[in-house]
């Protein structure tokens, strides 16, 4: 077994990313990190056993510790590994009951504080009410509480279980231990089990955690839109009548405390607001006082009277252009059919379009010098596209209103929002998008010099100029991809509508956890999709150049409306093809995304081959996916391994394809992922064959579908070959450990990469 020493506060794995083995902890310890709750693992635990093919939370050394590498991946490899090992059985034993049993304290524990909170928000918003009854006080609008539900948990943990586990570890453990640890079978039996149980809590925990993160806001938010700001309000309106304030009051009281309790919350925030309410002299406030006092709520207290006019005047636009499109936006919104083609459907949504993309131009430019300051309803335009209420619907306005304080969930390390997506072009971050004419930013440059629309002086400057860099985006990839996600193209207006919000807005919304489900549905089958090779060199330990193959995921950006499509628009960002592609989808859809993703993940196999293969992307002497598929399309009348109706099949789907030989390919690919994974054939011979050696099946499937000989002779000969390589890396490998070269994790990856 390997050792690995890390640093206290080093990550020793991530979230989301593959299980690469299981950690031994020999000395020190580990932190297992869920944002705010976790739990500490010290010696002799194992990291990775609750796994299953990725790690569902952080782990991040407590202090200085030492990790043994153990490689297991499944049951059969646990039994290898234990076999005949006394000591290892018991330590492993140990080490699944009493992490299970930690998992089943925090689970415990945070089940407890999500029903509380779920009942003292709606006590307190209740007690709120009443006051207001009772002192014939109007009630505040807040939305958020239209919205606000119990959580319904997918993922349990019985109570026979805790009461097991309790049991188990606080009167039986020893005798426990010494009875499984006789037997290979019962030992893995016990591990496995508690494994699969830990896997289940750690899933309910990641709800726990998700919906009081998510609903925290209600009760203290950094925009004051909360039920804090609600009872400040409260007491100021009760005490200009000299009402009694002790009930509102105790009210707040009970609020901080619960606050407090929770732990959840910047101590800060909560400080300053606390402070703010007792600076206050309630008994004695004068209008003026009062007013004075909910200055600094009103531009969070709810949506503005006139959200049009907020955003373009955000964005700087005259008087008479905002009465114009005013005027536009009312004349759309009254057609007598709003998805009609007609002239003046189609001339309005025209004028629409054109103006929505110079203001939202306009407005992230000022967006991203004053981002501290944005309210609502501007992240509300940048983020989805909302400009007008009656067009969006009062209710979904309202609901879009709450979303913005929760825009973290439709974001990660490679999933963004337009806006986010924007801001990091403008940072020089990312680089432009290619446009249309497959032509990227610097392309574009030398194309308007050649034609002289500038000079080549001017070139230099206009390359490093972020501004221009942003608006070459949103006029090119922002523009067409919006359009293009929203699926009707013919009817297409960037103005977000109810027409299409056809449900409601959490359920339409595309977080980066639905997002994330879908792609890792598509790599548990075709593993090998997003891999490239990238060259790692040590001359000094004798390595020259070894190819390794890394995972390189794609950036998907969210566009700002309520569509059906999702489009792949690049497959690399640069001229290196391991870099990530670009994939646009919807922010809103009530399509199925798990479709949705296997399409573009399919377009995405096709280009990527192309750009790695060049100009012999479809020359047959160059064995690809590309080459060979095209020459089984382009030749498949005269193939003898095709029956008569392969080939009418074959012809009427080149037909429906427009005799594009990648949309044959998508055909091919969505069925290869959604049924020949399970054994359930849709492709001829021939197509099956390709798809076999270049988007082969990771070892769970390959071993189910062995069986058949349809896909035998195939799987065993890649196995072999897979073997071989395995073979001459783990060669490589120990050669280098003992010149000294430490094994990182990358090298780990690529290991790991053959032996899927």
Known sequence: MDLLKVQKGQLVAKRKDIVQGWYLIQSGSVIQKFDFAQVTLEKNAIIGMLEGDRYMCDYIAGTDAALAVIPCENAEDLKKILSGQKNLRSIFLRAAIEQRHQMICLYAELQVKTRQFHVFVETVYNEYKAICGSYQLEEQAFSRMDYFKPLEMQHKAENWEVNNSVSLVKNYMQEYLQLMEKDDSLCVGVIMEASAQMRRFTQGIGEMVKYLLYNKEILLAESENDMFRLYFDLTMRAGMKKFDLAPIKKEVALIVEFVQKLKIYDAKLLSDRVNEYKSQDFENMSAEDTAAASGSAEKNAGLPEDCLEHILTFAGVEEAEIENMRQTIEAYRNLPDILSTDGEAYKLRRQLATVFYDIYYKAFMRAVKEESSLTPVIQMFLNFGFMDVQMAGEENSNALYDLTEHLDICQSEHIYTIFTWLKKVYAGEREPSRNEFDLDYPAYLADLRKSGSIRQEQVAVLAKNQEMKVKFEIQNMFTSGNKITYGKVTTFCPVLGDYDLINS????????????????????????????????????????????????????????????????????????????????????????????????????????????????????????????????????????????????????TLAR??????????????????????????????????????????KEIRTELKANPMYATQITKAETEAVKKIQRIAGVYEKYKKVGGVITPELRENLLFYQM
């Not at 192309?610 to 498949?636: A, M, P």
């Not at 020949?676 to 099946?697: H, I, M, Q, T």
């Open 505 to 652: 807005i959490d359920k339409m919304l595309v977080t980066a956890a639905k997002i994330e489900e879908a792609m890792n549905k598509v790599r548990k089958v075709d593993y090998s999709v997003f891999y490239r090779e990238r060259a790692f060199s040590d001359p000094d330990r004798d390595i020259t150049r070894e190819m390794l193959m890394c995972e390189v995921l794609p950036d998907v950006i969210l566009m700002p409306n309520a569509g059906t499509k999702a489009m792949m628009w690049q497959e690399t960002a640069g001229v290196k093809s391991d870099t990530p592609g670009r994939f646009l989808l919807p922010i809103f859809t009530a399509a199925d995304l798990d479709e949705m993703m296997v399409e573009i993940t399919g377009r995405f196999r096709w280009e990527i081959c192309r750009k790695e293969q060049g100009v012999h992307w479809n020359d047959i002497r160059e064995k690809s996916l590309t080459s060979e598929y095209c020459d089984y399309i382009q030749f498949y009348k005269k193939n003898h391994e095709l029956s008569p109706d392969a080939k009418e099949k074959i012809k009427n």
């Open 657 to 698: 394809s427009r005799n594009s030989y990648r949309e044959v390919f998508v055909k091919d690919y969505q069925n290869w992922i959604k049924y020949e994974s399970k054994g359930s054939f849709r492709l001829n011979k021939v197509a099956r064959d390709v798809l076999l050696r270049y988007c082969p099946f990771p």
